[in-house]
Nanobody
Framework: QLQLVESGGGLVQAGGSLRLSCTAS????????MGWYRQVPGKQRELVAS?????????NVADSLKGRFTISRDNAKDTVYLQMNSLSPEDTAVYYC???????????WGQGTQVTVSS
């Protein structure tokens, strides 16, 4: 059974930075991409960024976050990172790690990590 474990969330002041990590364990060879989504109460979960596990040059970052958020991966560690800079209170959310398997099977999700940005 594949599992995703997130770390790195917390409380930060506006303008600060955080780096989230997500480590996959289990049959990671079945994955084609990993990424991050975020959700605030009352709103839909939205894509933050994703990265191909076959070609690290293939990344996707939400337009509104480009220039502040960067996604990267370390395949040897089965870990994906989300570097978040110049954080604002609007970035406050629960951030979920996501993994997409080959063949269109159901996505995997982490338990979520809270990011709170104070003004």
């Amino acid at each position: 059974q594949l599992q995703l474990v997130e770390s790195g969330g917390g409380l930060v002041q506006a303008g600060g930075s955080l780096r989230l990590s997500c480590t996959a364990s289990g049959p990671t060879y079945r994955l084609r991409a990993m990424g991050w989504y975020r959700q605030v109460p009352g709103k839909q979960r939205e894509l933050v960024a994703s990265i191909s596990l076959r070609n690290s040059r293939i990344t996707n970052v939400a337009d509104s976050l480009k220039g502040r958020f960067t996604i990267s991966r370390d395949n040897a560690k089965d870990t994906v990172y989300l570097q978040m800079n110049s954080l604002s209170p609007e970035d406050t959310a629960v951030y979920y790690c996501n993994a997409k398997p080959l063949g269109g099977d159901t996505d995997y999700w982490g338990q979520g990590t809270q990011v709170t940005v104070s003004s």
